[in-house]
C-alpha cells in the first residue's frame, strides 16, 4: 500500500496537539472503532537536549462484529514535537506513523503520514482500501478532540 499523507493547519499549539496524541489511554473515547487501549513499558530518556518518550500502546478495534487488536511500539520525541508508532504484531505485515506538529503562525501544522500493508493477502484486497479511507476520520476525531479540549 503507498504511504498516506496527511495535512491540516489547526489553532492549536505543537504542544497542545502532541499532547492530545500523546494521551493514548484516552483514544477509547473519541476515536472511532477504538474500543480499548493499554499502555505499558512505559520509558523516559534523555540525552542532552532530546527527551525521548516510549511506550507500547496496544489497541482494540471493532468494526461491527469483527475486533482486532494490535501492539506499537510508540516513540515520543519531544523536542522534535513527534510521534513516532510501529506495529509490533497484529494484521499487519507492517504498520508504521508519523505525526509532526510544527509551527504555523497562530497555530500548528498537523502532518500526519501512515505506511501499512495488511499481511493476510484475501483480507488486504478488502480491507486496505477501508483503512485507508478511515485514517481521514480518524485525523478528524483528533482535530475534534483538540476543539473540545482546548477551545
Not at 480499548?36 to 532530546?50: D, K, L
Request: hydrophobic residues 40%; charged residues 20%; contains cysteine.
Amino acid at each position: 500500500m503507498p504511504e498516506l499523507k496527511f495535512s491540516r493547519t489547526v489553532d492549536f499549539s505543537p504542544q497542545q496537539m502532541l499532547a492530545l496524541v500523546s494521551d493514548m489511554t484516552a483514544y477509547p473515547k473519541f476515536l472511532p472503532n477504538c474500543s480499548a487501549m493499554e499502555v505499558s513499558q512505559e520509558e523516559f530518556s534523555s540525552t542532552p537536549g532530546e527527551p525521548v518518550f516510549t511506550c507500547h500502546a496496544r489497541m482494540h478495534v471493532q468494526f461491527g462484529p469483527v475486533s482486532q487488536s494490535y501492539t506499537s511500539l510508540v516513540t515520543i520525541v519531544l523536542n522534535d514535537m513527534s510521534v513516532h508508532s510501529e506495529a509490533l504484531d497484529g494484521p499487519f505485515s507492517y504498520l508504521d506513523s508519523l505525526w509532526e506538529f510544527v509551527p504555523e503562525g497562530e497555530g500548528t501544522l498537523v502532518k500526519l503520514s501512515i505506511d501499512f500493508e495488511i499481511s493476510n493477502p484475501l483480507l488486504a484486497a478488502v480491507a486496505e482500501p477501508a483503512f485507508a479511507d478511515k485514517q481521514e476520520e480518524i485525523l478528524d476525531a483528533f482535530l475534534a478532540e483538540a476543539k473540545r479540549r482546548y477551545d
